[in-house]
């Protein structure tokens, strides 16, 4: 009976945070349409599972690194909603003084190493944070997330062949959404089988069912043990799906109404948990609707901390060029 | 008839070198592709094969010889004349087979041989260096400048370690990393694939954690490979995170025009790293200053592009040797005062205008030298009290024109030092054109000691 009501526990927290993202992201869209938040705004609705999945199997210490659709991640890993809507925002009490925007955010205390705007350039970092794990001789390993189209990138592949060279603890998690910006898998790449991009490195890799967070974070347990254990890196290809534009301007010419909305209805991860809750664990709609109204207190609290937080004084614009 | 063996030229920049091993002796038979000697040069080791068929007559040169310049006569062979090749090699060839199935043994006893001479040379080297650590000033050459700058800061600092192509094993491509491998070992003297965009990455990521990489780039023409993660990782996290996540990382290797190696390989990225916030950008020229530089580009806080000069390697100077010397970025440096002009250089352009200085002098000229060694931040403070006092200025450097770093301390002088002008502030620079490979017009496309004579009679409205 403890069990159960542990493993419970531990079921409806995974829901609190996929939720969470989700309203969260929700709200960052409205605010972008107020004109409150500028330049480029990456949603990560729909993929939440992802790094909700790998974000329960992470042990103290380990540290993650992805690319500019980066909301989710910071959300995932324990960051302050408040400082990352601040940051969106524009604000001084972002996590980054209001100087690196949607796409470059960082908490070296949670261990999110950003945030990175340019396609693939996270990767070999992400790599070179695995690198100084194994310099110090530390127990710790680096997921390093990046979409299927940057998986094409030739920096993806360098990073592929010092990992396994030099047994890297670095889990690659491709984020397989099925489209990079507006070109859909089949149009950019010659092969679609991403989990097996590292075979020619020596990589293993997995297909995972990204919408389903049990899943990930099954299989992101085991691609974390194999990296713990000194067996160099590992390739998860999470099968997934954007249901927001690349940015918030997106013609959403590439791909139909009804295919976005036949994911929603069928594969939806937040709902496949709710439904797991309901039949496993007999969570009550109560307890669903106080659920809602403690995420939805909390996404309001980001926004009013951000929208009633000051601009960055003007003199930030010359500080942080250097570290002293 | 007989026929001259002379010093090979093995790489581009290679004047001279030395005789480390002779394979061949008198009255041996050697036939083309035939190593008959090691040649040794401040940069490698190298075999030297034989281009001839037939004897060898007399080795002019004794083995361990040194400084040897190029295309002088070191051996002297027995070629037959082309009518009679073909009984000549008849006979070789069965020689060659006899020779052949007796060489087991011979391979041995070589090896021996070989094992035994260079266990001398080792013994040698290392009673060397421990004699220039007891020295304060001595002559120092700035490749061994830069080797022992890294080695000193990975001794002081375990979280300071080397990544580069050939850095290890091959004892750097420049020789400059030479024995770092043995000492540190491989976990911190680490051979790279030549992915210069995937080590520089990996690098940066490594450095986001705390520890302190020395990325050597073979050449700086091969990091335009990894120019992105230079500029939009390296140079920017600091500032894109608030302060939170610093870069402490060196990216070092030889800069500039080496010598017949054409575009591109050869160009002066100087004034392209210069202009990037959040990057800082050394280019020393003397040994002390690669020294005391590097070892504080090691220890710095930020991204460093530290430039070297592969033509500047191999070249001594006087310099205090002491392991506490610690030369601050952003220091220039005056050379020599003067009153007539002021000239303002740094890297590989100091040479040129410290030649082209003697012929200053001879002219009754004095000239105030400033090398300004950091490119960024430059010491604006030096440059104008200089102006100040002398009220003309020439800038001296090897790379293109436009956008210059010249180009930029002239334009900050006329806003800072506009009335202490008596002339318009001149640029030395490198010709606009890509660089020939052609050796006139490779010259050409250069910076010369005239060139900068020239144009400090212009400043001075002399004829």
Same mark, same amino acid.
């Given at each position: 009976?403890?069990?159960?009501?542990?493993?419970?526990?531990?079921?409806?927290?995974?829901?609190?945070?996929?939720?969470?993202?989700?309203?969260?992201?929700?709200?960052?869209?409205?605010?972008? $349409?107020?004109?409150?938040?500028?330049?480029?705004?990456?949603?990560?609705?729909?993929?939440?599972?992802?790094?909700?999945?790998?974000?329960?199997?992470?042990?103290?210490?380990?540290? +993650?690194?992805?690319?500019?659709?980066?909301?989710?991640?910071?959300?995932?890993?324990?960051?302050?909603?408040?400082?990352?809507?601040?940051?969106?925002?524009?604000?001084?009490?972002g996590?980054?003084?209001?100087?690196?925007?949607?796409?470059?955010?960082?908490?070296?205390?949670?261990?999110f190493?950003?945030?990175?705007?340019i396609?693939?350039?996270?990767?070999?970092?992400?790599?070179?944070?695995?690198f100084? +794990?194994?310099?110090?001789?530390n127990?710790?390993?680096?997921?390093?997330?990046?979409g299927?189209?940057?998986? +094409?990138?030739?920096?993806?592949?360098?990073?592929? +062949?010092?990992?396994?060279?030099?047994?890297?603890?670095?889990?690659?998690?491709?984020?397989?959404?099925?489209?990079?910006? $507006?070109?859909?898998?089949v149009?950019?790449?010659?092969?679609?089988?991403?989990?097996?991009?590292?075979?020619?490195?020596? /990589?293993?890799?997995?297909?995972?069912?990204?919408?389903?967070?049990?899943?990930?974070?099954?299989?992101?347990?085991?691609?974390?043990?194999?990296?713990?254990s000194?067996?160099?890196?590992?390739?998860?290809?999470?099968?997934?799906?954007r249901?927001?534009?690349?940015?918030?301007?997106?013609?959403?010419?590439?791909?139909?109404?009804?295919?976005?909305?036949?994911?929603?209805?069928?594969?939806?991860?937040?709902?496949?948990?709710?439904?797991?809750?309901?039949?496993?664990?007999? /969570?009550?709609?109560?307890?669903?609707?106080?659920?809602?109204?403690?995420?939805?207190?909390?996404?309001?609290?980001?926004?009013?901390?951000?929208?009633?937080?000051?601009?960055?004084?003007?003199?930030?614009?010359w500080?942080?060029?250097?570290?002293? | 008839?007989?026929?001259?063996?002379?010093?090979?030229?093995?790489s581009?920049?290679?004047?001279?070198?030395?005789?480390?091993?002779?394979?061949?002796?008198?009255?041996?038979?050697?036939?083309?592709?035939?190593?008959?000697?090691? =040649?040794?040069?401040?940069?490698?080791?190298?075999?030297?094969?034989?281009?001839?068929?037939?004897?060898?007559?007399?080795?002019?040169?004794?083995e361990?010889?040194?400084?040897?310049?190029?295309?002088?006569?070191i051996?002297?062979?027995?070629?037959?004349?082309?009518?009679?090749?073909?009984?000549?090699?008849?006979?070789?060839?069965?020689?060659?087979?006899?020779?052949?199935?007796?060489?087991?043994?011979?391979?041995?006893?070589?090896?021996?041989?070989?094992?035994?001479?260079?266990?001398?040379?080792?013994?040698?080297?290392?009673?060397?260096?421990?004699?220039?650590?007891?020295?304060?000033?001595?002559?120092?050459?700035?490749?061994?400048?830069?080797?022992?700058?890294?080695?000193?800061?990975?001794?002081?600092?375990?979280?300071?370690?080397?990544?580069?192509?050939?850095?290890?094993?091959?004892?750097?491509?420049?020789?400059?990393?030479?024995?770092?491998?043995?000492?540190?070992?491989?976990?911190?003297?680490?051979d790279?694939?030549?992915?210069?965009?995937?080590?520089?990455?990996l690098?940066?990521?490594?450095?986001?954690?705390?520890?302190? @990489?020395?990325?050597?780039?073979?050449?700086?023409?091969?990091?335009?490979?990894?120019?992105?993660?230079?500029?939009?990782?390296?140079?920017?996290?600091?500032?894109?995170?608030?302060?939170? =996540?610093?870069?402490?990382?060196?990216?070092?290797?030889?800069?500039?025009?080496?010598?017949?190696?054409?575009?591109?390989?050869?160009?002066?990225?100087?004034?392209?790293?210069?202009?990037?916030?959040?990057?800082?950008?050394?280019?020393?020229?003397?040994? &002390?200053?690669?020294?005391?530089?590097?070892?504080?580009?090691?220890?710095?806080?930020? @991204?460093?592009?530290?430039?070297?000069?592969?033509?500047?390697?191999?070249?001594?100077?006087?310099?205090?040797?002491?392991?506490?010397?610690?030369?601050?970025?952003?220091?220039?440096?005056?050379?020599?005062?003067?009153?007539?002009?002021?000239?303002?250089?740094?890297?590989?352009?100091?040479?040129?205008?410290?030649?082209?200085?003697?012929?200053?002098?001879?002219?009754?000229?004095?000239?105030? =030298?400033?090398?300004?060694?950091?490119?960024?931040p430059?010491?604006?403070?030096?440059?104008? &009290?200089?102006?100040?006092?002398?009220?003309?200025?020439?800038?001296?450097?090897?790379?293109?024109?436009?956008?210059s770093?010249?180009?930029?301390v002239?334009?900050?002088?006329?806003?800072?030092?506009?009335?202490?002008?008596?002339?318009p502030?001149?640029?030395?620079?490198?010709?606009?054109?890509?660089?020939?490979?052609?050796?006139?017009?490779?010259?050409?496309?250069?910076?010369?000691?005239?060139?900068?004579?020239?144009?400090?009679?212009?400043?001075?409205?002399?004829?």
């Open positions: 009976m403890a069990r159960a009501s542990t493993q419970k526990k531990q079921l409806f927290d995974l829901y609190h945070k996929m939720l969470l993202i989700r309203r969260f992201e929700e709200k960052a869209g409205q605010l972008y $349409g107020m004109g409150h938040i500028g330049g480029f705004c990456h949603l990560y609705i729909g993929q939440e599972a992802v790094v909700v999945g790998i974000d329960s199997i992470k042990e103290n210490g380990d540290q +993650n690194i992805t690319s500019y659709r980066d909301h989710g991640h910071m959300l995932a890993c324990g960051m302050d909603p408040k400082m990352v809507m601040a940051e969106l925002t524009g604000r001084s009490t996590y980054s003084k209001g100087k690196g925007g949607s796409m470059h955010m960082f908490s070296k205390s949670e261990g190493y950003g945030g990175h705007g396609v693939g350039a996270q990767v070999p970092i992400g790599a070179g944070i695995a100084a +794990n194994k310099y110090k001789k127990k710790q390993v680096c997921f390093t997330y990046f299927e189209g940057a998986a +094409n990138q030739g920096q993806v592949y360098e990073a592929f +062949n010092m990992a396994s060279l030099w047994t890297l603890p670095v889990v690659f998690v491709i984020e397989n959404n099925q489209y990079a910006m $507006g070109t859909s898998m149009r950019a790449s010659s092969t679609e089988e991403m989990f097996a991009r590292g075979l020619a490195f020596n /990589i293993p890799g997995k297909a995972v069912n990204g919408m389903n967070v049990l899943d990930v974070a099954k299989d992101a347990s085991a691609a974390a043990e194999h990296c713990r000194g067996n160099g890196p590992f390739i998860l290809e999470m099968k997934t799906y249901y927001r534009g690349h940015s918030m301007s997106d013609p959403a010419k590439y791909r139909t109404r009804e295919e976005v909305q036949k994911i929603r209805e069928e594969k939806d991860p937040i709902d496949t948990l709710r439904s797991l809750l309901i039949e496993r664990h007999k /969570i009550s709609e109560k307890e669903f609707k106080a659920k809602d109204a403690e995420i939805k207190a909390v996404v309001t609290d980001a926004a009013d901390f951000a929208l009633n937080s000051p601009e960055p004084d003007i003199q930030e614009l500080t942080d060029v250097y570290a002293d | 008839m007989k026929t001259e063996i002379l010093m090979p030229s093995l581009p920049t290679m004047e001279e070198g030395s005789l480390a091993k002779w394979y061949v002796s008198p009255g041996d038979n050697v036939k083309p592709g035939d190593i008959i000697a090691d =040649i040794e040069t401040d940069k490698a080791l190298m075999e030297y094969e034989s281009i001839e068929e037939g004897t060898i007559v007399e080795l002019i040169v004794k361990g010889t040194e400084n040897i310049k190029v295309n002088s006569l051996a002297i062979i027995e070629t037959e004349a082309i009518e009679e090749n073909r009984n000549e090699n008849t006979f070789a060839t069965k020689k060659n087979e006899l020779l052949d199935a007796n060489k087991n043994e011979e391979v041995l006893k070589l090896a021996e041989d070989t094992n035994g001479i260079n266990a001398t040379v080792n013994e040698e080297k290392t009673i060397d260096q421990e004699a220039n650590k007891n020295k304060s000033m001595s002559e120092l050459t700035v490749r061994e400048a830069i080797n022992s700058a890294i080695a000193e800061e990975m001794r002081r600092d375990e979280d300071v370690f080397l990544m580069g192509e050939e850095v290890g094993e091959y004892q750097g491509a420049y020789k400059v990393s030479q024995g770092l491998l043995e000492e540190f070992g491989s976990d911190r003297v680490i790279t694939p030549i992915t210069e965009h995937g080590f520089t990455g690098a940066i990521g490594a450095a986001f954690t705390g520890i302190r @990489p020395i990325v050597e780039f073979m050449t700086f023409n091969f990091a335009m490979q990894a120019l992105d993660q230079i500029i939009n990782s390296a140079a920017k996290t600091n500032y894109m995170s608030g302060g939170q =996540i610093n870069c402490p990382i060196v990216f070092r290797g030889p800069n500039g025009a080496a010598a017949r190696v054409a575009a591109q390989h050869s160009q002066d990225f100087a004034s392209l790293y210069a202009s990037i916030p959040g990057l800082k950008v050394v280019q020393p020229f003397s040994a &002390e200053d690669a020294k005391g530089l590097l070892k504080a580009a090691i220890r710095e806080n930020n @991204p460093v592009i530290f430039l070297e000069n592969e033509i500047l390697y191999g070249k001594s100077f006087q310099a205090n040797c002491s392991s506490d010397l610690v030369i601050p970025i952003g220091k220039a440096k005056t050379v020599s005062t003067g009153d007539d002009v002021t000239i303002i250089s740094y890297g590989i352009g100091m040479m040129h205008t410290l030649e082209a200085d003697k012929k200053l002098k001879e002219m009754g000229i004095n000239a105030e =030298i400033i090398d300004l060694r950091t490119i960024r430059i010491d604006f403070d030096t440059i104008i &009290e200089s102006v100040k006092k002398t009220n003309r200025c020439i800038t001296v450097e090897e790379s293109f024109p436009v956008c770093i010249g180009s930029y002239g334009s900050q002088i006329m806003i800072n030092a506009f009335d202490y002008l008596d002339a502030v001149l640029n030395c620079t490198g010709k606009d054109v890509p660089m020939p490979y052609a050796e006139n017009l490779e010259k050409a496309a250069l910076i010369t000691p005239d060139e900068i004579v020239f144009s400090v009679k212009q400043v001075l409205y002399k004829d």
